[in-house]
Every structure is written in structure tokens, then in C-alpha cells.
């Protein structure tokens, strides 16, 4: 089992990925769709903890971190080999407010000692996995990519590879207001 820290999707981006879904299987051979409950944004990959120690980091995790509202914006559609077929997933714009967020996320990650994946974030939602004969190339002219939206949370997560696929579970959530409301 493995942890890590994501941003979660609005209700309006996720019914959009499920029409991208619909239009990749339909236009592939075979592919494993990811879940709706299961789409999100990872900002950072978190080493597993002890319960006496997560239970002490997720009352920190939801302490004080305050997250000002933003929106995720969809740049293109992609794949990428993965261990027999093809993920898919869609690439976001890396703005300035989804940095300084990544930021200050690993600098409290710093600050708590807790030990993360240092590589450079390739913002992006896997959209779905075991993908064979779509070409994102081909078919991109049938791909209408999600409007901008807010997400709601940024939220810990465990996940458990399992033979369907890997299965994230939520362990703590901070929610996101969307803009314009009062937190």
C-alpha cells in the first residue's frame, strides 16, 4: 500500500471525464476505465505510515492549511505505455496558484519529516488504463476536453494495487470553496 496527497474533481469535470471515457472505449479495443470516485490530481507520493504516526500527521494534515480557490484547466488528451497496454490520461495547465500549492504542500511535508517522491509533478487525471488501439493522434477530433473547474478537496489518500486496478481509499480530506463563496 502506498499513500499520496490529491486534489479531488468537481461533479461538473468528472461527468465530462466519463464522456471522454465513454468515447475511448468505444474507439479502443479494450480499456479499464478508472472510477468516478477515483479520479484526482496527485500533488505528492507520501511513504506509508504507522497508525500512531498518521493518525498524529492527519490531525497536522488538517489543522491550518489554508487553500485558496483555483481552477484546473485541461490542456490536451494523452497516453503513455504502461506494463502491457496504454494509460490515457488528460494533462493540466501547471499555473501558478496548482505550483505554489505543490509547493507549500512539500514544504509542510518537510517541515513534518515525512518522506515524498521529489520528482518534478506532471499535473494530469488518468482517465483510463489497459487502453489498446486509441491513439489520442487519431482521435483527438472526438475528445472535447473538460471545462475549467474548481476542485473540491485536497484529500489523503491510501491505495491498494489490487487485480481490477488500484483502489484509493480517503484517510483525510481538507475541503476547497469554490470561488466567490465565503470559507
Wanted: hydrophobic content about 40%; glycine content about 4%.
Amino acid at each position: 500500500m502506498r499513500s499520496f496527497i490529491a486534489l479531488t474533481l468537481p461533479p461538473s469535470m468528472i461527468r465530462q471525464v466519463k464522456t471522454i471515457q465513454k468515447t475511448i472505449s468505444g474507439n479502443s479495443q479494450a480499456s479499464r476505465q478508472m472510477p468516478a470516485d477515483q479520479l484526482h490530481v496527485t500533488l505528492a507520493f507520501i511513504e506509508d505510515l504507522p497508525s500512531e504516526k498518521e493518525k498524529e500527521f492527519v490531525q497536522w494534515f488538517l489543522s491550518d492549511l489554508v487553500i485558496p480557490p483555483f481552477l484546473l484547466s485541461c490542456s490536451f488528451i494523452a497516453s503513455m505505455p504502461s506494463r502491457r497496454d496504454r494509460l490515457v490520461y488528460l494533462a493540466l495547465e501547471a499555473d501558478e496558484q496548482l505550483k505554489r500549492l505543490t509547493w507549500n504542500l512539500r514544504e509542510r511535508l518537510d517541515d513534518f519529516g515525512i518522506e515524498y517522491d521529489r520528482r518534478k509533478v506532471k499535473y494530469h487525471i488518468t482517465i483510463a488504463r489497459g487502453v489498446r488501439g486509441f491513439y489520442e493522434k487519431e482521435h483527438e477530433h472526438l475528445i472535447r476536453l473538460p471545462e475549467k473547474a474548481a476542485p473540491t478537496s485536497l484529500t489523503l489518500f491510501h491505495s491498494q494495487l489490487t487485480s481490477a486496478g488500484p483502489v484509493h481509499t480517503s484517510r483525510a480530506v481538507i475541503p476547497i470553496h469554490p470561488l466567490g463563496t465565503q470559507q
